[in-house]
């Protein structure tokens, strides 16, 4: 729901760090790679309790994200690259939740489940949809800079770190923040699979 907003405003200053780093030949797969490990450090932070270093590296990881496009734009984007940004993509929003469940199971662990569960949904039908998309070739479909289709929601990048950020700075409510975000995970879902009846029906 924000991203396209938020593009506008975040990708100026990324492409100006982007081209820094292209300057000391820095690959976008590094970039892409770079932000996968910090991610997962993130992840470990947080289960063991370190939630202001979790965020940070949250906040790093994305940054890293960011620039592997803007790196990409400035030298070769390959397939490779795509898929590998797509991948640690979702891997990383997996082991968010995932080590919140592991900070304190009895408080986190059946919010994580559900929001992960929803997760899995969205991911799913963000990547059929733009398969199909691709196959039928249609003319329409906008990517963004992106190596695939992906439709807007509800629920998608910027929203997804806003809830990361709650998380770690009000890990108290994980779960009723779990929750809000799992059932805006599902309305995209849900809202993608009626555009995809549209679309392809």
Do not use: H
């Amino acid at each position: 729901m924000l991203d396209s907003v938020l593009r506008k405003r975040i990708d100026p200053p990324v492409d100006r760090i982007a081209a820094g780093f292209v300057r000391l030949g820095v690959s976008p797969d590094t970039m892409t790679i770079a932000g996968l490990v910090i991610g997962l450090g993130a992840a470990v932070a947080i289960a063991f309790g370190q939630l202001l270093p979790g965020l940070g590296l949250i906040l790093v990881s994305r940054l890293a994200d960011g620039l592997d496009g803007a790196i990409a734009r400035r030298t070769r984007p390959t397939d490779l690259g795509g898929f590998l940004d797509i991948t640690f993509d979702f891997v990383f929003y997996g082991a968010i939740p995932l080590a919140f469940a592991l900070l304190d199971p009895a408080q986190n662990a059946l919010a994580a489940a559900i929001l992960l569960a929803t997760f899995y949904a969205n991911g799913a039908s963000v990547l059929a949809f733009a398969v199909m998309t691709e196959k039928r070739r249609i003319p329409e479909a906008k990517r963004a800079g992106k190596s695939l289709l992906f439709t807007t929601g509800l629920a998608e990048a910027s929203e997804t770190l806003i809830a990361f950020v709650l998380f770690c700075l009000f890990p108290a409510w994980f779960p009723v923040i779990a929750a809000v975000f799992a059932a805006m995970t599902a309305w995209t879902f849900v809202s993608r699979v009626w555009l995809a009846a549209k679309t392809f029906g």
